[in-house]
């Protein structure tokens, strides 16, 4: 765990901390100095990350190697999108990283767009953060001559993160996911462009450096390497932590110094609920979440504590989901709207609340342009699932549990 | 042989005008049709494809009559048309602001039947305003009628103009009133009990 | 032998239903008015199953109806757009 400070100088050989070492300087010299330059760069780095095991690590857990290869094999210069526009509300990760370690991530960046050829490379932060644009500009100054690197300010939107989204805002449209399109074949001005979420590309920017078996030094064997996650909720140490990929959730909440969690949220808003009882055998990976229902996503984990009434927290992100759909598909801006509507029946103790709810998340799933309203309907159905006491009780109108506000809603900005 | 021509002549003259109030009561049709299908009308004796497909087959019936009467417009030797008046406005030598009135007329209507049968190979917005010259196309027909037309001025002809203008008007006026949109009106969102639309 | 399946644009999809009226075997409106293209004849891009021929011409009319030209025909196996 990254508690413990790893002496700078032995990061070849030491496991943990490899992205976020503490203490740290985000200035070049100081990467410089710790990490040296960045290997000359060519196609061959490709093998290594698809050798390597590394999965994306913006949500969608996409082998990022296979990602790389087919944008490499399209057609004409590609474009390379650094995804830090981090929309889900409760991770800090991608800014952690931009702030505290923005070299590696700008080292990845520049081995990734190398290795798929790459002549338009484009860094994506949401514009509502204005620390983490001027870390990035501060970073980006400071960098020797080399290929540009566009720093370009997204909207507040979630959606707006979705990689067509993303790629077709940069074309100048709305930052709205586009049916059927997919960009490693045709995107950014109609050229194949890869699109990694910032962690992704600051694990590449080590990769480069010290190959793929060192990656898998960590992790599982089907999911190598280290990943970051926030914690958040009843703990007395929310933050990022850099975790090996499979680490145990109940001995990250022991770390974190959780109180008594009665469920947990794993991988925010576009996760699923697991209960908090008992979490023997529930490890951070693709396969250790599995059978709880969950998958890890994009790193977030809240705790909600047993004093604290989670099923209002539920209705207040039925509504998040609700107000921050595109608009562009009838099943999501009516389910979404109709979902949230079954959720504070279910919170107002309506007895078909839970029917409507579990009807209408299942008519939603699949139908929309993106995957927005089966995040939807994940969310609610693996709360439904999870707080079947926290039910019961608001059923029979005897839930005496206080408002924690752990999940918030921020509001959603504009479009362009 | 006198008789023959002058027999010949008139059955093309009152075939022309037949046709050509055959093809207006058509193109009403056509029109109120399409009109209230944008605001999605629809009961359960007329589903919505039914109104649809009424609109596509009416216009292209319209259009079999309207052929009818332009040919025999031009094939008739009572007046001069021209076969250049079929397509170019002005251009008839007989009536010539009235005639053209309804050359203008079919031609906008050729506009619409050529885009509507690429629509797929058309972008929606194009389409679309091409689409909107329906607006302008009906309304020179009706004028054509009441202005070129020979039957103007009898009874029963004028009942067929008022009753279409009735019509028409009468869909607009439905059309106006109804909502604009991606809303759903309260009474169709499923309640919690039931789930199902009312 | 070809398979047939549907291929909804949700984002085109107005929810105007004229699809679920002529072709009822395979689209049905969810409590909203959109189509599901649902059941064991049409198919997402998963599924292995195809319009059966008996079928194809009700389908075809669908395709042709949608006011929005949401809807489209594809070969089963082809990738979903």
Known sequence: MTMTAAPLSDLAACRLPRLLPQPRDPSYAAHWEQLGPLPAPGRGLIDEVLASGLRGRGGARFPTGRKMAAVAAGRGPAVLVANGTEGEPLSAKDRALLVGNPHLVLDGIAAAAAAVGADRILLAVERARPDTVVAVRQALAERPPGPVIELLQTPSRYVAGQETALVRWIDGGDAKPVFGSRPFLRGVGGRPTLVDNVETLAHIGLIARFGADWFRLLGTDDEPGSALVTVSGAVRHRGVYEIPVGYSVGALLDHVEAAPAQALLIGGYFGAWIPGDDLTGVHLSSAGLAAAGASPGSGVIVAIPEDACALAEVATVAEWYASHSAGQCGPCVFGLADIARAVRGVLAGDPDGETAARRWTAMVRGRGACHFPDGAATFVDSALDTLVAEVADHRHGRCRRRIGGYLPSPAPGSWR | MLATTLLQSKVLWYVMRASGLVALVLLTLTMVAGIVNVRRFATPRWPRAVIALLHRNVSLLAVVFLGVHVVTAILDTYVSVGWLAAIVPLTSHWDRFWVGLGTLSVDVMFALIITSLLRSRLSHRTWRAVHWLAYASWPLAMAHGLGAGTDTGAVWAEAVYALSALAVVGAVGWRLRQPTGRTLPTARRPTLATGARS | ?81
């Open chain 3, 1 to 81: 032998m070809n398979q047939f399946r549907l291929v909804l644009d949700p984002v085109a999809c107005d929810g105007h239903g004229l699809c679920a009226e002529l072709f009822p075997e395979g689209i049905e409106l969810d409590d909203w008015g959109f189509p599901i293209i649902a059941g064991p004849i049409v198919a997402g891009p998963t599924s292995a199953g195809g319009i059966p021929d008996s079928l194809l011409v009700h389908a075809r009319r669908a395709v042709s109806a949608c006011p929005a030209l949401a809807l489209r025909m594809a070969r089963a196996e082809a990738p979903i757009a």
